[in-house]
């Protein structure tokens, strides 16, 4: 599979993920007291996105570091850099509400802010998904 196939295979399952992590979301918003089977759920659904992420930025390295002649002629983007803070920002709230959620089983604060920076971070997504979807639908020749 080349690169390219494989950025379009990660950025599909990305794309899958972050709908389904929204609707456990919004479930475990709805319902915060609920089974601790869809907090587990949430948890191991938002490792598996945090290492799509990773891949998904891997991948744009690997392209970038062969196309150095091109890269540097085409113009830059810069609008990734707020969503990586976000990204950062939710990853490790995340891990302090799992670690908060682990020690009380309750719903905390911790767990709230963390909501609500990965709401605003999917909303980046849709934004960023919204930029590049030509990519994710190419015009057929």
Not at 53 to 70: C, E, Q, Y
Not at 103 to 125: A, N, P, Q, R
Request: aromatic share 12%; with cysteine; hydrophobic share 50%.
């Amino acid at each position: 599979m080349t690169k390219l196939g494989k950025l379009r295979l990660c950025d599909w399952v990305l794309l899958c993920v972050s709908a389904i992590m929204l609707g456990s979301a919004l479930w475990l918003e709805i319902n915060p007291f609920g089974p601790g089977v869809w907090v587990w759920f949430h948890i191991l659904l938002g490792a598996a996105m945090v290492g799509f992420i990773f891949w998904h930025l891997a991948l744009h390295k690997a392209s970038r570091r062969v196309n150095k002649s091109a890269a540097r002629s085409k113009r830059q983007h810069h609008g990734g850099r707020g969503l990586g803070l976000l990204c950062m920002l939710m990853i490790v709230s995340g891990i302090a509400a799992s670690v908060a959620w682990m020690g009380t089983y309750t719903h905390s604060t911790i767990g709230g802010i963390h909501g609500k920076i990965g709401f605003i971070f999917l909303i980046m997504v849709v934004i960023h998904v919204r930029k590049y979807r030509r990519f994710y639908f190419p015009r057929r020749r």
